[in-house]
C-alpha cells in the first residue's frame, strides 16, 4: 500500500493594505495510509476573523476551496462533501478532517479573513 503525505505550512494572509493575519497551522506534515483520516489544525495568533477557509493544492494545480466555517457554521463545497469534515466552534481556531486516499498528494491551507470571499 502506498503512503500517502500531506504537506503544511505556516500562512501570512493580507486582510486589507494595512493589516496582516498571522495564521499558525498545525502538523505541518503528516504521513498516513490510505483508509485512515487525518486531522489538521489552525489558529488566528493575532485576530478574532469569522472567516474562516481551507485549501487544497495538488501538484501542479491551483489552490481549490475545501470548505470554510463563517460564524462557527461550518460548510463543504461540492466537490468536497464526503471525505472531508471542516469543524470548529472557537472563534480563533478552526479544523480539517480529512478521509485518506491512495494517490492523492496535496497541501492543504488555511485562511481566515474580516469579510467573505
Sequence with gaps: MESFLLLFTLLCLKA???DSVLITQWPKYI????GSS?????YQNDTDYDYKYWYRQIK???PVLVGSNHF???SNEKDFETGFK???T???KWTLTVDVKEGIDAVYLCAASLHSE
Excluded at 31 to 34: E, G
Excluded at 38 to 42: A, L, N, T
Design 16 to 18: 486589507d493594505f494595512s
Design 31 to 34: 504521513s498516513r495510509l490510505p
Design 38 to 42: 487525518v486531522e489538521m489544525h489552525c
Design 72 to 74: 462557527n457554521n461550518p
Design 90 to 92: 472557537e472563534k480563533k
Design 60 to 62: 501542479g494545480e491551483g
Design 86 to 88: 471542516v469543524s470548529g
